[in-house]
């Protein structure tokens, strides 16, 4: 299945390298006010999805125009808009899920679309915020960072304390420790090639990759 990119709301740092990140193949889900970056990236969502509160009318008209999808809730609903798109996504079972613009602007809605991340139903899916600058995932057993030499790498315990910790290829390895969620012991490591390995045993563990 292809890839689902799905864009939220919040802010892009650096357009050209979340541009650099969509492929001919993808499919591009716009959360609500996440439309506004998909057509300043020159693209059209193939759906846009929420309660339509922050989608301009100009940019209404041109996704109309272009065929998008539109699937608008009410305003009293449960959920964020980021939460129903990545629910749509998934019924599409894709292997991985890309959400663009999804930090900055407000800390709760930061703090909440970082939790939606931590759901046991994506378990078995590739989720990960990303902007092109940071990305940003969570870890249950076995993850992968590429990136280069010098990057930032961040391991924090979601919750609770995350064990078993091992990696390789960061400048500060990591020999089956313990993390824990008061402490900031994973805090800015480095990568020192194009590939680093987390595994941990047990616990939650929230990874976070900076390029520099």
């Known amino acids: 299945m292809p890839r689902a990119l799905i864009f939220a709301n919040g802010s892009l740092p650096d357009p050209e390298a979340a541009r650099a990140l969509i492929r001919p ?22 759906v846009i999805i929420g309660d339509l509160d922050s989608l301009p009318e100009a940019g209404r008209h041109e996704v109309e125009a272009a065929r998008a999808r539109i ?4 305003r009293d609903k449960n959920e ?3 939460e129903l798109a990545i629910g749509y996504a998934l019924e599409s079972r894709p292997d991985t ?14 703090l909440g679309n970082l939790s939606l991340l931590s ?13 092109g600058v940071e990305e940003a995932f969570f870890c249950r057993s076995h993850a992968e960072i590429r990136g280069r030499s010098g990057h930032i790498v961040s391991l924090i315990p979601w919750g609770s304390r ?22 900031t012991r994973g805090i800015s490591n480095e990568l020192l090639g194009e590939v680093a390995r987390v595994d941990i045993s047990s616990g939650l563990l929230f990874i976070v990759h900076t390029r520099k």
């Open 25 to 46: 193949d993808d499919l591009i889900i716009a959360a609500d006010g996440g439309t506004r970056h998909v057509l300043a990236l020159g693209h059209t969502p193939a």
């Open 71 to 74: 699937i608008q809730y009410s």
């Open 80 to 82: 964020t808009d980021l």
């Open 97 to 110: 899920i890309l959400v663009l613009g999804a930090l900055g602007d407000r800390l709760d809605q930061t």
């Open 119 to 131: 759901d046991p139903a994506l378990a078995g899916f590739d989720v990960r915020l990303d902007d």
């Open 162 to 183: 995350v064990e078993g910790v091992r990696t390789e290829g960061l400048q500060w390895p990591l020999r089956n420790e313990t993390l824990y969620p008061q402490k």
